[in-house]
């Protein structure tokens, strides 16, 4: 293995030869051999999204060459364009600030860019990390990581599973069967109307998402080491944000207050905690659908999905909710992944909060997860759901909980009489209302009418 000599103010230190980084990446990667998590690839595009529009805005400000900021430029395309994927290998668990994976970025940049322009023009914190420090860089590749993953992938994949959940609601509106509260037999409902509440909790928690975003638009940028805008053009902050709004296609403003901008960071805790919230409901849709689909033959078993793969390797014939299973466990996930994310978020001393890399790598693991997640569950489970007619049929016609409708005609206490004579004697509502005199078989059939449960009947 052949090497280089990298120097820093703190000395020289040995690269590998085909590398692009510098001593402060080479010392961060020798300091921190901690577990196998690294800074994720997302965050590095966000980097090269703001150093592009850092050149860009001190070119336009007159304080950058063209020739130098070109290159720059060029190089921060490259990594957009995934050509320098393993140049970036530090740790999550570095400096809390994420310094050394600022000047990983730096580093690859000026050294590209010297490669490029063919002789050594380029400095990491002089050119590339011009009017930047990593306290505000890394907190604005946070939220631009953030925005970007959410739009680009969560949102599509939230609302994939609301149309096919609004498809099946409206398939299946005309399928009563019966509802079930506390795990108990409940009123009537219909299958759509079931459904119905699982798209209402994709479209609420999408609402939630997308608003919480506003917070995660304002971006720290141009506050430099503590939130003075030391060492910045007076209308740096402004252009930046513009810059990489036009770069990225989506909005991003200045943050009005870089003091907070640089210590807080409650915009991605409440952006995770929505995240959380869908979390929450998918939980509990994917429970649903396998408590329902529970069986075949000893279960609710009320409706069928796809049978993608055996399920046992010891049972013949066995087929599992697999689907349903990952949903879950990536929704525990999620919602330990907020855990992190709100205590980190909390420990912000004086100027700076130094948790941001396990911020942002649970943040964009949370959302690659559920995403990843809810379209898997559409594509090999919900848009296969079909009815099971003779066991929604059976479950219907023997549930007790029917005589609910009974109640305004014949009173709580008479309705309650018959129930439980049904559920002591192992006869159906009919035969025990008939059986204790207080309705005919006629009378029975009239009230009995399943349709006029399911909406407001007084």
């Known amino acids: 293995m052949s090497y280089h000599m990298e120097r820093d103010s703190?000395?020289?230190?040995?690269?590998?030869?085909?590398?692009?980084?510098?001593?402060?990446?080479?010392r961060s990667l020798e300091n921190f051999k901690i577990g196998t998590e690294k800074?994720?690839?997302?965050?590095?595009?966000?980097?090269?999204?703001?150093k592009n529009a850092a050149a860009l805005t001190n070119m336009e400000l007159g304080l950058l060459s063209k020739e130098i900021g070109t290159a720059i430029i060029t190089v921060c395309e490259e990594i957009l364009d995934n050509k320098l994927n393993n140049q970036f290998p530090l740790a999550v668990w570095q400096t809390g600030s994420g310094t050394q994976s600022n000047m990983n970025v730096n580093e690859v940049i000026a050294n590209r860019a010297n490669q490029i322009l063919g002789e050594n023009l380029v400095h990491p914190n002089d050119h590339v990390n011009k009017a930047q420090s990593s306290n505000d860089t890394f907190p604005t590749a946070m939220h631009i990581a953030t925005i970007m993953e959410i739009e680009e992938k969560l949102l599509p994949a939230i609302n994939k599973l609301e149309m096919t959940f609004r498809d099946l609601s409206k398939q299946y509106d005309q399928v009563i069967k019966i509802g079930r509260t506390h795990l108990q037999d409940a009123t009537p409902i219909t299958l759509g109307q079931e459904i119905s509440g699982w798209y209402a909790m994709l479209e609420k928690t999408k609402a939630m998402i997308s608003s919480s975003m506003e917070e995660v638009r304002e971006i720290a940028l141009g506050g430099t080491a503590v939130g003075t805008g030391l060492n910045t053009h007076p209308k740096f902050a402004e252009l930046v944000a513009k810059n990489i709004s036009q770069l990225t296609g989506k909005k991003f403003i200045t943050a009005t207050n870089k003091f907070h901008a640089l210590t807080s960071k409650d915009g991605l805790v409440y952006t995770h905690g929505a995240i959380k919230a869908l979390a929450a409901d998918m939980l509990k849709v994917a429970n649903d659908v396998r408590l329902l689909a529970s069986g075949p033959r000893c279960g609710i078993g009320?409706?069928?999905?796809?049978?993608?793969?055996?399920?046992?390797?010891?049972?013949?014939?066995k087929v599992n909710p697999t689907q349903c299973e990952a949903m879950t466990m990536v929704c525990c996930q999620v919602m330990a992944n907020d855990v992190a994310i709100s205590f980190a978020a909390s420990q912000g001393n004086f100027q700076l909060n130094?948790?941001?890399?396990?911020?942002?790598?649970?943040m964009l693991q949370s959302i690659r997860l559920i995403s990843d997640a809810l379209n898997s569950f559409n594509?090999?489970?919900?848009?296969?759901?079909?009815?099971?007619?003779?066991?929604?049929?059976?479950?219907?016609?023997?549930?007790?909980?029917?005589?609910?409708?009974?109640?305004?005609h014949i009173g709580y206490d008479k309705a309650a009489q018959i129930a439980k004579s049904a559920h002591k004697n192992g006869k159906t509502l009919k035969q025990a209302a008939v059986e204790l005199g207080i309705l005919t078989e006629e009378k029975y059939d009239e009230l009995m009418d399943f349709s006029s449960m399911l909406h407001p009947s007084l």
């Open 379 to 408: 594509d090999n489970c919900a848009v296969g759901i079909t009815p099971n007619y003779e066991k929604i049929e059976h479950n219907l016609e023997t549930s007790l909980m029917l005589v609910t409708a009974l109640t305004p």
């Open 39 to 50: 800074m994720p690839l997302e965050i590095i595009r966000a980097f090269a999204i703001l």
């Open 10 to 26: 703190m000395g020289e230190i040995k690269v590998e030869s085909d590398k692009l980084w510098g001593a402060q990446t080479q």
């Open 354 to 362: 130094v948790y941001m890399p396990v911020i942002i790598y649970n």
């Open 302 to 317: 009320e409706i069928n999905i796809p049978e993608n793969e055996p399920g046992s390797s010891i049972m013949p014939g």
